[in-house]
């Protein structure tokens, strides 16, 4: 069965978690400008939240900033954000790692700030620490917990996380192996269009029986996603 690897949620889904929250009471009055000088301020006094924020501002060339996008000062910001424990800003340090933009590029670095913003919670740092540690990218390979983390961000919403999800419970590599909770999860990546899931699909149909393939449409069926609040 020839393995098609999952791609890494990249800058363009991170973007959509990143919009800035209310700043006070009184934001509506506020400019832009004015907005970003308050993140500004907060982020030099030490916020993690303003520092990711700001950061971000500075890396897209946003209005109230200095009108150009200061990639290096925004990876600064990120990098003390991450360090300060703010998940966000751990997520965006690994996709730049894991791309090289605004640095050198870097898969252990990667990987190891999708750990940790996995480790948060945020689920597509769950996703793409799964994909690292299935693929041995960054460093050792962890089938196991590769397993256990595509589940949770599929449950979360991670539609990618269904094909490689569905291939591991087909090899029993870092879970039983398992073809029914296999097709399962084919049959859930197939109705998100993943790509590549044709021949997973009928290596596994070619290896049950008619029972076995309806019990996992029946899956297929029950499983809802577990998103949280």
């Known amino acids: 069965m020839k393995r098609v690897l999952p791609p890494l949620l990249a800058a363009c889904a991170f973007l959509s978690l990143c919009s800035a929250p209310s700043l006070a009471a009184d934001s509506k009055r506020q400019t832009y400008g004015e907005a970003m000088d308050w993140y500004r301020a907060q982020a030099e006094a030490g916020d993690a939240k303003a520092q990711f924020y700001y950061g971000l501002a500075l890396e897209r060339g946003a209005q109230g900033t200095k009108g150009e996008a200061d990639k290096a000062q925004a990876v600064e910001l990120y990098k003390k954000a991450a360090e300060g424990g703010f998940a966000l800003a751990q997520y965006r340090l ?46 050792k390979r962890d089938p196991k917990e590769a397993a256990r983390l595509y589940e949770i961000s599929a449950g979360k919403g991670v539609r990618q996380a269904f094909l490689p999800l569905g291939i591991l419970y087909a090899r029993g590599e870092g879970v039983d192996q398992d073809l029914v909770e296999a097709l399962k999860w084919l049959i859930l990546a197939e109705r998100a269009d993943a790509e590549g899931v044709a021949p997973a699909m009928r290596a596994v149909r070619g290896a049950l029986d008619d029972k076995g393939q309806a019990e996992a449409l029946k899956g297929a069926e029950a499983w809802r996603m577990t998103l949280p609040e």
Not at 95 to 117: E, H, M, N
């Open 94 to 139: 690994g996709v730049l790692y894991q791309i090289g933009q605004g640095v050198d590029r870097s898969l252990p670095l990667a990987r190891k700030w999708f750990g940790a913003a996995a480790e948060a919670g945020l689920r597509e740092a769950e996703f793409n620490y799964a994909v690292m540690l299935e693929t041995g990218s960054g460093g």
